[in-house]
């Protein structure tokens, strides 16, 4: 749960309008903008908004994802038809 938290901080605090993932980190994306409509919804609107900062504009943007069609995964030097993992051995 710490890296996507983060991950969408970092995505939050630099305003992204798109950010470049690949297919397995489409899911980060989705939570970071969960989190920023979250904070938007809760935090920017009616009067809680015109108190803190004399509007009711939202803080956070809602970053849209940039797949490329190619290089959308990170694949294994070792087998390049399987995906890097963490628990991939060496042997030399």
Not at 38 to 58: E, H, I, V, W
Request: proline share 4%; charged share 25%.
């Amino acid at each position: 749960l710490d890296y996507p938290v983060l991950m969408a901080s970092d995505i939050l605090l630099y305003q992204a309008d798109l950010v470049p993932v690949g297919e397995d980190q489409r899911q980060h994306l989705e939570l970071t903008r969960d989190i920023a409509r979250r904070f938007n919804d809760q935090y920017c609107k009616g009067n809680q908004a015109k108190k803190l900062r004399g509007t009711s504009r939202p803080v956070f943007k809602e970053p849209e994802a940039l797949m490329a069609k190619t290089a959308a995964r990170v694949m294994s030097l070792q087998d390049g038809t399987s995906k890097v993992t963490t628990t991939t051995t060496t042997t030399t």
